[in-house]
Every structure is written in C-alpha cells, then in structure tokens.
C-alpha cells in the first residue's frame, strides 16, 4: 500500500494512508491511455500519407513541367541548330560566289590588258602602213 499522508512544515504527517489503486483499475487506465495513443498514431499516420501524396503529386507536377521545358528547349536548340546550318551553307555559297566573281575580274582584267596590246599593235600596224 502506497502513503499519499503528506509532512506538514513540522515534518508531521497529515493525512491517511491511501490505498494503491486495483489492477483491474490500472489496465483500464492504461488502456484509455493506449488507445487514446492509438488513436493519435492513426491521425497522425493519416496526415502523414496525406502530405506523403500531396509531395509526390506536386513532385510528379514539376516533373512533368520540367519535361515539358526540356521538349520546349530541344525544340528550340533542333530550330537554332538547322536556321544555324542554313546560315552556314549561305555563307558558303556567298563565300563561291565571291571567289567566282573575282576569277571573272581577274580574266576581265587579262582581257583588257591583251585588248589594250592588241589595240596598240593595231595602232603600230596601221601607223607602219600610213
């Protein structure tokens, strides 16, 4: 049997022995205690799988969005890649034409130099025959 007497300020005892309680008494609090346990686990566990599903849904959401971004840029970068490539086969062609252009100056100006020998050997030839 457990005292619940207390000492007064004397060190006197006041009060009488209380008696401990049944057993039948303490497994009934213990299961009011297990249960109320229980029942807090259980919300609990519930709100924990409730946030667990809302982070994966937001999770699976900036997933699918980041996917959607990523096809987005690749598009982007195939267009770059090919206006890019167009813009070096211009350049190319650009570049021939120029060459072509300036082979035909070059044979212009051979072709008026042997014109301009040839008109003044004409000149020479008609002057010698004057």
Same mark, same amino acid.
């Given at each position: 049997r457990?005292?619940?007497? %207390?000492? /007064?300020? /004397?060190?006197? $005892? !006041?009060?009488?022995?209380?008696?401990?309680?049944? *057993?039948p008494? %303490? @497994?009934?609090?213990?299961?009011?205690?297990?249960e109320?346990f229980s029942?807090?686990?259980?919300?609990?566990?519930e $709100?924990a799988?409730?946030? *667990?599903?809302?982070?994966?849904?937001a999770?699976?959401?900036?997933t699918?969005?980041?996917?959607?971004?990523?096809?987005? @840029?690749?598009?982007?970068?195939?267009?770059?890649? $090919? %206006?890019?490539?167009?813009? $070096?086969?211009? !350049?190319?062609?650009?570049?021939?034409?120029?060459?072509? @252009?300036e082979?035909? @100056?070059?044979?212009?100006?051979?072709?008026r130099?042997?014109?301009? !020998? *040839?008109?003044?050997? !004409? /000149?020479?030839? %008609?002057?010698?025959r004057?």
């Amino acid at each position: 049997r457990a005292s619940t007497a %207390v000492a /007064d300020g /004397d060190g006197a $005892r !006041v009060g009488a022995p209380a008696t401990a309680p049944s *057993l039948p008494t %303490v @497994l009934s609090a213990l299961d009011r205690t297990l249960e109320s346990f229980s029942h807090a686990f259980a919300t609990n566990l519930e $709100r924990a799988h409730g946030a *667990l599903a809302a982070s994966e849904s937001a999770t699976l959401a900036s997933t699918r969005s980041c996917a959607a971004h990523a096809e987005a @840029l690749r598009i982007e970068c195939d267009r770059a890649a $090919r %206006v890019s490539a167009r813009a $070096r086969d211009d !350049v190319r062609a650009i570049a021939g034409t120029l060459e072509a @252009l300036e082979q035909r @100056l070059e044979e212009a100006k051979r072709a008026r130099a042997s014109a301009a !020998v *040839l008109e003044s050997v !004409v /000149d020479a030839y %008609v002057a010698r025959r004057t």
